[in-house]
């Protein structure tokens, strides 16, 4: 039994549906490289997924992937703090996706919302948030940053870890075994440990559990096992096969596109990572103002987007900025397009040297698979032996 901490770990994931843009950056992909600085971070290319939502897409599925890597990077994802990897290739995933959809009831997959109707449907389209789940189960991760979109999907991957802990993570003689393992604290941890355990259990009181668990990870001399069944202990009659993953939410605006709607690809209305200065002046200088908008900044694309990016400290003074100049929209726009370039520079310039050098980044996700890999084996290891496949 390997022991994971899993409020250190972090997994997210994308699909690898084309170039990324501002909407992912300030969505998730920034706060992704302000967490790989804190965390052990996992950033998974969800190709499988993609296959499942288009059987079509798969002709074009290389270059998808290899355009993710490369904004992924841009972005400042740094491959020596993070690990980053295709799903694909890290088989693993496919495995779990199997083992646990023997406990998944299927209506749980049917009543989410993201659940095309049935003459749509296919087998792997039904999976699609199960495969999710396996992407973070995997990694026994505990924290899955991601846009609001995907709440749904975390909390079943949650509410999924729960049930097949209940029908998988309990030993036959569980029960004797922990009793065993508070006798190896010693007298006195073993006391602070079942008292915490009472405050918790019968009171409710979540700084005991929480003093509890900090107890037990400075034990040095339980073994792994040991110390997995006493985490498991403190909150019921089973050991954490797979520990439960929050989302993580992050704090900033969602970003409007060129026509005041979220932005994303298929609406058309988004600025790219990659679109140049002049792109960028282009698609700007395209939003059209009404002429009399003075007064009527909450309308105003432009004035929408300044207001994203100042955050609600200047946003005040934009919009009287806004107000005053009369219908001039031209200073708006061109603060608004310095604003951008400006944040699109050094991304730029960062994915320039990866884009003149494909085989860095393959040998980037070569590595990351590799990495992924024995995290996933260990995973996998664990709930093999809980669902009796350790026979030979
Ligand atoms: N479904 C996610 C999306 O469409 C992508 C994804 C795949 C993902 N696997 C994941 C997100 C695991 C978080 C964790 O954006």
Redesign the pocket.
Known sequence: MSLVDSERRV?????P?GPLHLGHYHG?LKSWTQLQHSYQCFF?I?DL?ALSVDQQVGARLGDAVLDVALDWLAAGVSPSSATLFV?SQVPEHAELHLLLSMACPLDWLQRLPSCPPNDALTYGRLG??L???A??LLYR?GL????G??LA??AF?RELAQRFNQHYGCEPDFEAKAEAAILKLGKKTGALYRRLRSAYQLEGDDEALNTARALLKEQQTITLGDRERLFGYLEGGARVLLPEPQALIGDTLRLPGLDGLPMSRSADNAIFLSDSPAVVEEKIQRIAVVADATGEAETCRVWQLRQAYAGAVNGEQIESGCRAAGGDCQTCKAALIETINAELAPLQARGAEYRDNPLLVQRILADGAERARSEARDTLVDVRQALGLNYR
């Open positions: 997994l997210s994931g994308m699909r549906t998730v998974c969800a997924h799903q699609y948030p495969l999710q789940a992407d973070i991760a899955v940053p991601v846009g979109d995907q999907h975390v991957a």
